[in-house]
């Protein structure tokens, strides 16, 4: 989640939703999710803007010993808010910070909690976030064992000295083998993410780390451009003239390489920044997030959607714990999205799926802007009424979008 | 020195012409005039310390600030001559700058005599060379002067020497007076009463005073400064100016001293002020010559001209919203300054506004620094212009004052306005100074030393050269040493063309320029560089082009944009994006559309701002 939440309005004490978001939600057929927030690392990264904490930071006050039953108070405390609904859920994403910093069993533990509270739907799929250097195949097969069934793994880069620069602690080949690791352990589907446009980073250094992912064979790739985010160290280096900015020139050829690469090895794009072997291998949890789906966002600093009602938990884990332990809502703030919010939003997002826009959505304006946009190579018909980013598009993805909010 | 005003003193409207004598006081800017006249002030007796100010006569803050005095004010002092008889002198303010020449010349014909104040440590200016030249033209009496010989730099055997070969006298006629100490004053005031000829005018003729001054009051609308030349005006008679045929009431007339005193009148030979309730100074225009209604004059006084506005500029607010406020505030300054004329433009690149007419630059930068201090506007203003008179091969004429309205077809002559151009230097300048005029199309007229180490250059100068940084390059290769002066002379025909800037093939309005011809490609170079720079990239190639009609001589090209996607977008960065959109949606609107080209408004502005616009070298 971003460093800075936005604005929002207040939250009851207790948390509870307008009557017209648990009406949405009681009726909705679409997809229910869950997130879990682990605010653990081993270390911070130079580049990392996360809601995150090393033991270092948090100097004793809130310990990772006791995340697991904050977290499980949250789930229950979900359970009383959205009232006795039949919406079991289809998704569970665990992400961080580093989630495998805590003992799987812990992991398991709350996952348990949300099966308990409000029962895993048929082929649920239940994915953790990774590090390379903090799993062993026992660890994957408590995992496993426990109702996990996907993985990802934070590989960023082949090379030794793009990963020195990103502060990662890795070794180069370490997140092959835990793909490797993960299939023999029984794990189903497996996601390597990378970053490219590192400083330092050469177009053959990214061309070794498309090969080292795709000789180890994941089911599903996410690539993002490095983002300099301000009051990272790493934007501090960049300030001080010790590391150059990522060219964004630099960072469109790299996309179009990655691009490139994967679909020649059969992956192929169903968001601007993830490609996978098949609809099946896709993350339909961030599928979840990018249809307006509901989830519930569980852990400090994390983000909620139900019902057209966002809101997002307080960031600090002390101050999380404290709020579940005096039986108070964790939320921070929220706000109630409009109609006109929620049309914007659907184009914003929906606009960076292969699957595309319908043209129902656009105001006339938008249309118009869609028919030029089609007409500079930079959508695609597609049947249905339909349009859809092309390859030189996904690259203008925003421009495009701000064209098609009129 | 007498501290409190003498008694028996002569009443305006019944004092003897004998006893009058008229003066004002040339001077450059800071060579310590108001100093001098603050002195003047008390030592006469009209301003107690108690009352006193710095700067007395300078009404408005911005002439306060600036140290310069743009309205000229009259006041009545009494003094006691040395054989014990009260005269009365009227000193007269006058304009201290290069853009007011012809409201100097209207003091000046309202004079006798001429104070030539020259610093001590620096020497005679050409401003003032300018303004001596003028005052001599008038057949004023001169009395040299040098101030501030209390300043430890100050060279008085040096300068008197250049002012006594300046003006043909003695150095040992130059005075020496320091103003901040009041050193020489008393005596200064003494060779004004037995220098300056007292006015001839006929007592009995009808009335005919010439207006040297108006200005706006926003409690008694327009004070009108005037010198009588024959005849007398009285209170509450009516009046008529003889440039218009309008006639007023006189509802005020008095003498300034150096407060508004009222009086019956004002006879031959006086000075004073009037108020006729009239709300604009166009009603009552400097160099206007006023009568009776009534037995009236039939002939007015010579000299008078209307003002003539020689540069142009596009003022515009930085917030378009502000374009009401901007045409109100113009409103509000014509009627204090009837040189002003605009009317309403409109840019592609910089929006709604108004093309204003200046009599040069300073006024130029007064206009503007008061729009923006009184009014409270934020303003951008395009590179200045001058007329230009283009003739068609058909024979049709065309006034150009917008290089955007420069006809297109088949142009036979461009005629462009030209200036005499006066630079005072010390001659080590003299390689530079003539280097930098000829690069701006200057042909020498003239040189003459005006002492070992001073040199006098004459110059025919196109004005659209000097508009731009001219004042600036010249002080800045003479280190600050070199002054100029300038009045126009007429026009000449130039080889001159218009270079177009274009984005994507349309023309931007506000780069238009009209340059000479050798000009044309190093403007083009620097303005489509320039713009490179400024314009964001946008989704598809921008060429920008300078052409001279429809050949490119200039081109440069924005490459596109290759990347605009934000690659991560998690659940909790949702908000986010929505409310970055909304933001770039706002940005968005506040863009300018050059055909599909986005530019923001500040790049524009810019390019119009950077110190220079290119082409000028």
Redesign the interface.
Known sequence: MPSAPPDGLPVPEDGSLPASALAEFAGASRPFGFYVHVPYCASRCGYCDFNTYTATELGGSASQGSYADDAIAEIRLARRLLGEVDRPVETVFFGGGTPTLLPAADLARILGAIRDEFGLAAGAEVTTEANPESVDPAYLDTLLAGGFNRLSFGMQSARRHVLQILDRRHTPGRPEQCVADARAAGFEHVNLDLIYGTPGESDEDWRASLDAVLGARPDHVSAYALIVEDGTRLAGRVRRGELPMPDDDVLADRYLMADEAFTAAGLGWYEVSNWATDVAARCRHNELYWTGADWWGAGPGAHSHVGGVRWWNVRHPAAYAQRLAGDTSPAQAREVLTAEDRRVERILLELRLSDGVPRSLLTEVGRKAADRAVVDGLLLPLAGDRVVLTLRGRLLADAVVRDLVD | MPATPPVNVPEPSRTDPALIRNFCIIAHIDHGKSTLADRMLQITGVVDARQMRAQYLDRMDIERERGITIKSQAVRLPWTAPDGQIHILNMIDTPGHVDFTYEVSRSLAACEGAILLVDAAQGIEAQTLANLYLALENDLQIIPVLNKIDLPAAQPEKYAAELAHIIGCDPEDVLRVSGKTGVGVPELLDECVRLVPPPIGVKDAPARAMIFDSVYDSYRGVVTYVRVIDGDLKKRERIQMMSTGVTHELLEIGVISPEPKPSDGLSVGEVGYIITGVKDVRQSRVGDTITSLHHGATEALGGYKDPKPMVFSGLYPLDGSDYPELRDALDKLQLNDAALVYEPETSVALGFGFRCGFLGLLHLEIVRERLEREFNLELISTAPSVVYRVVMEDGTEHTVTNPSEFPGGKVAEVHEPVVRATILAPSEYIGTIMDLCQTRRGVQIGMDYLSEDRVELRYTLPLAEIVFDFFDALKSKTRGYASLDYETTGEQESALVKVDILLQGEAVDAFSAIVHKDKAYNYGVEMTKKLRELIPRQ??EVPIQAAVGARVIARENIRA???????????????????L?EK??EG?KRMKMVGRVEVPQEAFIAALSTDDSGGKK
Do not use: E, P
């Open positions: 989704q598809f944009i290759r990347k605009d996607v934000l690659a991560k977008c998690y659940g909790g960065d949702i908000s986010r994006k929505r409310k959109l770039q949606k968005k």
